[in-house]
């Protein structure tokens, strides 16, 4: 992909789409090297020691969006699945997702008189991988049973890694399944490989299933029943 302006990130924070009040938001993908340099060295040597992953943002404040960020800073809080996704929205953009723990919210990150009142959020891993993934389910709301009308171009998923599927539940009414599917071609003895939560209000999951799956086509089955309506975006990633 060449490269782009950003005019139109997305931010999906557990089950709310926190994009219309950021304009800055940075992830972090970070290694705790380890000093492992001997006697006969010439040059100070490292060892690679572990991985972690952070988010940090800025944004404009309003009442809704900072509820919804100091409930998730609690001493009982539980990990929010987050997504960004970098460039669009659209079927097959590049999607981002892991699970936080807030470390930080300043819901007052700027004070100036005559100037709009900013916050600043910062969140942390806690033993979550960053997947890089695509969006296979575009966020829009659906009243109707159906499945992603593209296949997902994420292939085979190798004996080392697993298929991920990201979840965000911005609206509910009435009852949401949602299944990930995968076939060997053309749509001919399909498998089920993740089966979410039935979601009957809005909230986020991520679930995955390990390899080796030799399938190379993907796509989300999703079924609105009750009479209902939701908004949700899905992301599938190999990693």
């Known amino acids: 992909m060449a490269t782009f302006v950003q005019t139109n990130v997305g931010l999906y924070w557990g089950g709310y789409s926190l994009a219309s009040t950021f304009n800055a938001i940075g992830l972090n993908l970070t290694n705790s090297l380890q000093d492992d340099t001997v006697y006969g060295d010439t040059f100070q040597s490292n060892a690679a020691g572990l991985s972690s992953v952070s988010l940090e943002g800025e944004g404009y404040w309003d009442s809704t969006n900072d509820s919804i960020l100091e409930s998730s800073i609690s001493v009982d809080a539980a990990e929010t699945v987050v997504t960004v996704t970098p460039v669009d929205q659209a079927a097959g953009s590049p999607s981002l997702s892991t699970a936080l723990t807030t470390s930080e919210y300043s819901p007052v990150a700027n004070g100036t008189v005559g100037e709009m009142m900013g916050y600043r959020v910062t969140g942390e891993g806690r033993g979550s991988k960053l997947v890089h993934g695509e969006i296979v389910v575009v966020p829009a709301t659906y009243t109707s049973s159906s499945e992603s009308a593209t296949n997902a171009s994420i292939g085979a998923v190798s004996a080392t890694q697993s298929i991920y ?25 399909e498998s089920t490989r993740i089966t979410h939560t039935a979601f009957t209000s809005i909230g986020a999951e991520q679930k995955s299933a390990a390899g080796a799956i030799t399938d190379a086509y993907w796509r989300v089955n999703y079924t609105v029943s009750g009479g209902g309506s939701f908004d949700f975006i899905v992301s599938l990633a190999v990693f």
């Open 165 to 189: 599927s990201t979840l965000h539940v911005t609206a509910a009414s009435g009852t949401l399944n949602v299944i990930v599917e995968s076939a060997p071609s053309n749509w001919s003895s």
